[in-house]
């Protein structure tokens, strides 16, 4: 549980739950502009990209 904890701390991860945040804020606000959707696709795409490769390389 404490490296799992660790690993949430990590600064990809925090990274990651900023930008969810504050495109959820900006989502709910109707203000979500194509820069920043685009950013955040991209960040998204690298987290869980590289998270996966971790899952395979492990298996």
Do not use: P
């Amino acid at each position: 549980m404490a490296e799992r904890a660790a690993k949430l701390l990590s600064i990809k991860s925090i990274v990651t739950l900023v930008l969810t945040a504050v495109f959820a804020v900006l989502a709910l606000r109707g203000s979500v502009g194509q820069d920043f959707l685009t950013v955040y696709a991209v960040v998204i795409a690298f987290y869980y990209g590289t998270q996966s490769a971790k899952t395979q390389n492990h298996e």
